[in-house]
């Protein structure tokens, strides 16, 4: 399984733009339009973008490189309270998962019983709170150095 690796995010005015390339590719980073980003950004603006890029770290992406537009998702990500955000989150989701029946338990990812369905959507409404409270970290970065930026 590949992890894409990201370099670069720029909003731009007909979209989202990513530079990337997945980490089983020789190939350099690439820059492209997000079309789900994108989207995201036109219907819910900066929150809505800090939430699906936060999303995307925690399931498939990878930050690499200094990139200025990446400082605000590793604030984010890597601190101390994101850690503790995730591992409340985590927690939640497991202990749910543990109150499950064995039978509920074996079927939450083929053929799910209504007790598994449940788990999915707890797990799934518990993962969208915690991108969202992760995410607003990004808004705390940008009021930090935009303070920073005016006492210069």
Partial sequence: MSTELINRITVKK???YVSSHSSNDTAPFHSWRCKGLSEVYAAEGQKGLDREVIRMLYEYAELRGS???LERYRYAKDAPEA???YRRYSDQIDDRYESMEEADKKSVWYKPTEKAKE??????????RMYEEISARCGEYDRKHKNRDMER
């Fill in 14 to 16: 007909d979209g989202v």
């Fill in 67 to 69: 990139h200025k537009s």
């Fill in 119 to 128: 788990y999915r959507a707890y797990e799934r409404e518990m993962r969208n």
């Fill in 83 to 85: 850690h503790a955000i």
